[in-house]
């Protein structure tokens, strides 16, 4: 892993992994995935990632008992 920012003003994370020139994008859910002409995972971008953490604690929570 490169870099990852937070930013508190829109609520997102950006994990970066890579320096290579982002070619498209593929959203599922509040995550984007950004990825180089040759496919390889450069920038992933979660977004609302209060609400985030908060479901995927509750979800982990749940499927342990």
Same mark, same amino acid.
């Not at 892993?1 to 994990?15: E, G, N, Q």
């Not at 599922?28 to 609302?48: C, P, R």
């Not at 509750?58 to 499927?63: A, F, N």
């Given at each position: 892993?490169?870099?990852?920012?937070?930013?508190?003003? #829109?609520? *997102?994370?950006? $994990? !970066?992994?890579?320096? =290579?020139?982002? *070619?498209? =994008? &593929? &959203? +599922?859910?509040?995550?984007?995935?950004?990825?180089? *002409?040759? &496919? !390889?995972? #450069?920038? $992933? @971008?979660?977004?609302? #990632?209060? &609400?985030? %953490? $908060? !479901?995927?604690?509750?979800? @982990? %929570? $749940?499927?342990? +008992?």
């Amino acid at each position: 892993m490169k870099k990852m920012r937070y930013s508190k003003d #829109v609520d *997102a994370m950006l $994990i !970066e992994l890579s320096d =290579a020139p982002i *070619a498209f =994008a &593929e &959203e +599922q859910g509040k995550m984007i995935f950004h990825y180089s *002409a040759k &496919e !390889e995972l #450069v920038l $992933i @971008e979660i977004l609302d #990632v209060k &609400e985030f %953490l $908060i !479901e995927s604690s509750l979800s @982990e %929570l $749940i499927s342990n +008992q």
